[in-house]
């Protein structure tokens, strides 16, 4: 039986993790790990990359490695689409080249990117997460002559919050005589506004109104970018010097050929055992997928807890293909929401409660983060 899973998530990393841990030896079956990169990044702890909390090798996992160490095969490449009549995956190479893998039972954790408008390619996108720190050098090369720098950050969500707080950490130590101010842009009416908590918005609104370099703008629509400004629906140009766009997920570009069920934006449907609703060779996890019973946000901790109910149920596939008695994964309705401020303090919130920023939250976070590495060294 040949296992393959497409894109190294969260949820496959810890997976094949799973399988090596246990000593399970998959008697008889292949297994293949197709990512475009040898390596995956951890995004928790990117944030703490651009504070310089971190090195990006502390956030980084050596996926080829994970994936020879449980005895499979790891090939680098893009994989671009499924064909369920050969039951397939073809994939392109590093050098453009095509290679076409085949499956018994496939499991995608692609994750997902960026909502895109014309004249992203000026920004720095937080999707792929892998190239974030790599753009940010990029552009700090850009403002090195610049005594007045104006960093625009698109989306108000947490990954918007927690990067506008490190960047402005990261600068303040590089840049000590720079002068740069921050305004964040949001289509929404407040801060963090898709978790519905006043309270952590309020107290994120707190930190903004009382720094003079920190400006919010809300129920404003980024409608395109130019190299120097952005274009709001009501006309206005807003310039800037850096851009920073992390306004909510997409589908990642990948074709699944006709049948596979998505939904309206394109993320595959999933029942309860994570398996595709209309191909039940095909399970999926993280950003990807679209949960059936209600919307989970797009979070690396769903990842991570799906990655025990995947295991599971890969193991059951395998040993009963026909007649598998799947296991249901239930998503929490909670969990702790921690944003590093890049200052060695951060903010949490919990079931609407919202706290900090502390230094005894940034350690929780860097300690949950640092335990959650720590397992693949
Ligand atoms: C700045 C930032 C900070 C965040 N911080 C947190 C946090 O603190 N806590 C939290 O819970 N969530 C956080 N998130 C959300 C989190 O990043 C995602 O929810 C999580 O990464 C999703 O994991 P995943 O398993 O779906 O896939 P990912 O971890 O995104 O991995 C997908 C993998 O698939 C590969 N891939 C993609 N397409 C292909 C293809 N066609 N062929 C082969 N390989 C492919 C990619 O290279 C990548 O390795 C943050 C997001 C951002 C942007």
């Known amino acids: 039986m040949q296992i393959v899973f497409v894109g190294a998530g969260h949820a496959s990393s810890l997976v094949i993790h799973r399988f090596i841990a ?3 030896q998959i008697s008889g079956c292949k297994v293949t790990l197709i990512n475009e990169n040898r390596t995956a990044v951890y995004s928790g702890m990117v944030p703490g990359v ?6 990006i090798d502390d956030a980084t996992l050596d996926v080829k490695r994970l994936m020879e160490d449980a005895g499979g095969e790891f090939i680098c490449a893009k994989a671009e689409f499924i064909n369920w009549d050969t039951k397939s995956v073809t994939c392109k190479s590093i050098g453009d080249s095509s290679i076409q893998v085949h499956f018994d039972i496939i499991i995608v954790d692609i994750g997902s990117t960026n909502k895109s408008v014309p004249g992203i390619q ?3 996108p937080t999707r792929p997460i892998s190239i974030l720190t790599q753009r940010v050098e990029e552009y700090e090369r850009r403002i090195e002559n610049i005594e007045n720098v104006k960093c625009i950050v698109v989306g108000a969500g947490v990954a918007g919050i927690e990067l506008l707080f490190c960047l402005s950490s990261r600068w303040k130590q590089k840049f000590p005589n ?3 101010t921050f305004q964040i842009i949001d289509s929404n009416a407040d801060f963090c506004s898709s978790l519905n908590s006043i309270s952590l918005g309020n107290r994120i609104k707190s930190i903004f109104d009382n720094n003079r370099e920190l400006e919010y703008t809300f129920n404003a629509r980024v409608e395109s970018v130019q190299e120097d400004q952005v274009v709001l629906k009501d006309g206005t140009h807003v310039p800037y010097n850096v851009l920073i766009w992390a306004c909510g997920a997409a589908p990642v570009d990948f074709s699944f050929h006709t049948g596979v069920e998505l939904d309206t934006d394109g993320y595959i449907k999933v029942n309860e055992n994570l398996q595709s609703i209309s191909h ?17 946000p797009k979070s690396g901790v769903y990842a991570v807890r799906e990655a025990p109910i995947l ?7 395998i040993e009963h293909f026909q007649e598998p008695s799947l296991v249901p994964y239930k998503p929490q309705s909670h969990f702790l929401k921690l944003i590093n401020m890049g200052d060695n303090t951060a903010i949490a919130e919990w079931f609407g409660m919202s706290f900090g920023p502390w230094s005894i939250l940034y350690f929780l976070k860097h300690y949950i983060d640092t335990t959650f590495m720590k397992q693949f060294r």
């Open 22 to 24: 246990q000593n399970k």
């Open 178 to 180: 720079k002068h740069i």
């Open 311 to 317: 295991f599971q149920n890969i193991l059951l596939m």
């Open 122 to 124: 000026y920004a720095i």
């Open 280 to 296: 039940r060779e095909l399970f999926a996890a993280g950003d990807c997928i679209r949960f059936c019973t209600n919307g989970i």
């Open 50 to 55: 651009v504070a310089g909390n971190y090195a």
